[in-house]
DNA sequence: CGTCTGACGATGC
DNA sequence: GGCATCGCCAGAC
């Protein structure tokens, strides 16, 4: 594995999240082979390019990111627009919005099969 | 090449 | 249910 590479695995896995759908860093994690490099994650994401739908990003259970990443309310407005709901303590609603495995791996695949 | 750092996750209180 | 702490590991310095 080259140098830099998880951070490219990581953006080719946001940039395939479908609208309307979130993912946690966990679940980039595991799908990039290793469920602990969640920390990993957040910091390629961090350090995205521009063009990634990052706000689709969120932390374990569908909790949004801290406010002063995107703006006080931005991430939620922009869920919101695609049409994610929100439970009543304010996380996403996973059980409905939750990027699954099955899809992640086969858009995966289409972007580097290995 | 040793140390510090995180848009995290799990655990404990 | 919210806050403090520890573990994790690739980059930045």
């Given at each position: 594995m080259r140098?830099?590479?998880?951070?490219?695995?990581?953006?080719?896995?946001?940039?395939?999240?479908p609208p309307g759908r979130v993912a946690s860093f966990g679940l980039l994690a595991a799908l990039c082979g290793n469920p602990r490099m969640a920390r990993r994650a957040a910091r390629a994401v961090a350090n995205a390019p521009?063009?990634?739908p990052c706000h689709r990003v969120v932390r374990f259970g569908g909790r949004l990111v801290p406010e002063e990443v995107f703006g006080p309310g931005e991430q939620r407005a922009r869920l919101l627009a695609e049409g994610v709901t929100f439970r009543d303590n304010g996380c996403v609603d996973m059980g409905r919005?939750?990027?699954?495995?099955?899809e992640a791996r086969s858009a995966i695949s289409i972007i580097s099969s290995d």
């Open positions: 140098a830099g590479e998880y951070s490219a695995r990581v953006w080719h896995i946001i940039a395939a999240i521009d063009g990634l919005h939750l990027w699954h495995m099955e």
